[in-house]
């Protein structure tokens, strides 16, 4: 049986994809059973080991350490047995004990959870899941809207309706013994929001099993948390708080589809919240929610005041969302997202050129203005066909000083002081002449 650190070589080796599958189904083809209980130490998203550095072996090998041995330490790790000046004892003699390669290309990359061999969850699924279903990597997914413009139909009878948060979506899992985990969209691992992560540790006991909680991270400022979220040092993160939209066990998220539907779900959720807790949480919050009956003009009436209200509070839109649905982890029409949209006038003051595939054509309209007192600058570089981004590079001097309508999802401030737009779409010019508004 091949060395498992021989075959990180080997795939690192290469950066054909064919040629990664075809090293994977050979070692699935010869049972090596230890090299994919490592992948998926690696891969699997929900084990994580609570280590922050992991060294680097000098040139000089040990005796090796067996695979068993490393394994029960990988568990006592991911158990948090083993914590802290202990776990980092350990590590070290392990290191020590290793050979070079085994532990530089194999037991310190499952520890960083990092291969760094151009593998993930998907390559190793695609190839294995039909004749070696023993060897599937667990995948991370959690439920996902579609926009409500692709759905129109969707939007009748009963809905469940709630604001649209401008924040990180955050997929919490609190275990009963007081264990909590956060985690992104994508699966990797939030370390920056511990207050809330308290908090909920407090309140752990309230729950008879490993529960996730789904829901958004605001902060004050969204440029702000962005760059909090996966900071290593200098993390400043305290005003984060917690909204909190769903709720359903462990096992069920790993299964990929919870049953109970979606209205009694957010009864369970509030009811938890309001009525359960063993200590009130400052930093942890439950997102109201209302019903609205699309197919009565009361419903169709109260459905716009929750619209407006939203726009006018700042919010990223509604969500809108069928009270009889299961939670599924995947992308589906049960959650729709409608989100309100600005247009602003602005002047051309500078034309960009392009990158890559757009370079000798227009990359970006620089395009500056005032939209109620704000002083607005921002590059707009979407919303162009090809035939634009040639006529306008083409004929940048008469694009100068032109009005230009653009759509964002908002206006933001930067840190300066200064104002931009988020995601700007290029609409049409205004007028036919250097700052004619019409």
Partial sequence: MRNAWDIIKELEATNSRLEKEAIILREAEDQNDLFFEGLRFALDPMITFGVKQVDEKQPNDGLGVAW???????????NREVTGNLARDILDHLKDKSFTDQWNYWYRRILIKDLRCGLSDKTVNKVVEK?????????FTCQLAHDSANHEGKLAGKKLVEVKLDGVRVITVVWPDGRVLQFSR???ELVNFEHIKQELALNANTFTEPMVLDGEVMSSSFQDLMKQVHRKDNVAASDAVLWLFDILPLRAFESGIFNMIQ????????????????KSMAYVRCLDQAIVDLDTAEGQNLFRMYNKSAIENNYEGI????PQAPYECKRTASWLKLKPFIEVSLEVTDVE????????RLGALVCEGNDDSRHIRVNVGSGFSDDDRNTFWNSRSDVLGRIVEVRADAITQNQDGSYSLRFPRFLSFRGFENGEKI
Wanted: glycine residues 10%.
């Fill in 186 to 188: 994508n699966g990797k």
């Fill in 68 to 78: 068993g041995h490393f394994r029960e330490t990988l568990v006592d790790l991911q």
């Fill in 353 to 360: 050129e392009g990158t890559g595939r757009n370079v000798g």
């Fill in 319 to 322: 969500m809108i969302k069928d």
């Fill in 263 to 278: 209205k009694d779900r957010s009864s369970w959720l509030h009811d938890w919240y309001n009525n359960k807790l063993n």
């Fill in 131 to 139: 004749k070696y279903a023993d060897y599937i990597v667990p995948t």
